[in-house]
């Protein structure tokens, strides 16, 4: 944005610097905040627009809010919730007491069941995939990190372990059935592209090693200029979801002479080396913008965005031809034409900058008298996409 002008009491005219088709994708979904208070430390006492108003929170343990009387929406059925912050096995058990009246449990524990509680199932767009540092290592960046990895920076490695991961028993073993495999950041949406789709091919994978001369080790681990085929997978300790992925993917990559090390740690120590391993990330949007801020260079190292430094100037073409577009719908051939042109893209059909892996099905467990309405195909899990719907929950018991 280059600036905004208040042309009247309820209008707003806003200049961009360079045509940019997905700004108004993001535009709509802000908050509209109150000039007079809005500041430092904002985000902590928010005064907003929305149904609710924030009441109190206490970091780590509960939020609470009101509904909102000036809403300009329907008004919500409850006067006050409370929202608690908890772990897996916590959350599970604090609905069995009666604690809570809904909670979001992870795929692995989707077939426990909870007397008086029903479960909704709810299709995404939340989907999991392993990262690839691409550059090869040696170089740093602004911020003085080492960026790089001497096997994932080969195309050979990247496009191998996409062939050789089974995504089918991803989907049975480390979601239990909810969820269906993944092939790109966007799948089903229409900006992506379906012909970028990679076939389950281990003797493929194999072949391709061969020929890029990773030759099999004693060990069983290939191995090229004394450099050995392995690395680390990152995750986030505390996510059950993302252990069992890395788990299972370590072991399927056994199979191609891969040796592939879950790594569960803190968000923190991730920060550290996510431009130098891969990392099991979760993404998921409504919008492109999140395909352009994972595979642009431009974004490289930002963030979590495109942590592995990925660039490719034909990709980035596309994304240009895409954001001056003159409309949403227009801009989607060029969205598909950067994942996959026929020739390159960044899927991995073409330079494989990820392994995208899953996609998830969000499970809720929700009290019998809980009636949460019409669900929508939900983004990522963050900012409890179940809440998008909030306006039209009701209590249905006395």
């Known amino acids: 944005m ?41 985000a902590r006492k928010p ?31 409850f006067d006050r919730l409370t929202f608690v912050f908890s772990g897996e096995d916590t959350s599970l058990a604090a609905a069995r007491t009666g604690d809570v009246d809904m909670v979001s449990v992870p795929a692995l524990m989707a077939d426990d069941s909870i ?3 029903r479960k909704i199932v709810v299709p ?61 950041p966007a799948d089903g949406l229409p900006w992506s592209n379906p012909d970028a789709a990679i076939p389950y091919d281990t003797d493929a994978a194999r072949a391709m090693l061969d020929e890029a001369g990773w030759a099999p080790g004693t060990d069983g681990i290939r191995a090229r200029d004394g450099v050995r085929a392995a690395f680390d997978i990152y995750f986030p300790a505390s996510d059950s979801v993302r252990q069992a992925l890395a788990i299972v993917v370590g072991e399927q990559l056994k199979a191609l002479g891969i040796a592939a090390q879950p790594m569960g740690v803190t968000w923190e120590q991730i920060g550290r080396v996510d431009h130098q391993e891969p990392v099991m990330f979760g993404w998921g949007s409504h919008s492109p913008v999140e395909v352009y801020s994972l595979y642009s260079s431009a974004w490289g ?31 989607y051939p060029h969205w598909q034409a950067a994942e996959w042109d026929g020739e390159t893209g960044f899927s991995a059909r073409g330079l494989a900058g990820w392994a995208w892996l899953v996609n998830l099905e969000h499970v809720y467990f929700a009290n019998d008298c809980l009636d949460v309405g019409e669900t929508q195909i939900e983004p990522h899990g963050h900012g409890w996409p179940i809440t998008a719907m909030i306006e039209q929950w009701t209590w249905t018991c006395d």
């Open 2 to 42: 280059d600036r905004a002008e208040a042309t009247g009491d309820l209008t707003v005219e806003i200049h961009l610097k360079r045509p940019w088709v997905t700004f108004s994708e993001n535009f709509y979904s802000l908050g509209i905040v109150p000039s007079d208070s809005y500041g430092h430390g904002y």
């Open 115 to 117: 007397q008086g509680f």
């Open 301 to 331: 190292g930002i963030d979590f965005y495109n942590p592995g430094y990925f660039s490719d100037s034909t990709v980035d073409r596309h994304f240009t031809d895409a954001q001056q577009s003159e409309s949403l719908e227009r801009s």
């Open 47 to 77: 005064v907003g627009s929305g149904p609710f108003a924030l009441v109190s929170w206490t970091e780590g343990e509960q939020l609470i809010v009101e509904a909102n009387s000036k809403y300009y929406g329907k008004k919500p059925a």
């Open 124 to 184: 995404s767009v939340d989907n999991r995939g392993l990262s690839f540092p691409t550059p090869e290592p040696g170089e740093v960046n602004d911020e003085g990190q080492p960026v790089g990895n001497a096997v994932t920076s080969d195309l050979a490695i990247r496009r191998a372990v996409n062939l050789g991961i089974d995504r089918e028993q991803l989907v049975e073993v480390a979601l239990n059935g909810y969820g269906r495999p993944a092939y790109g």
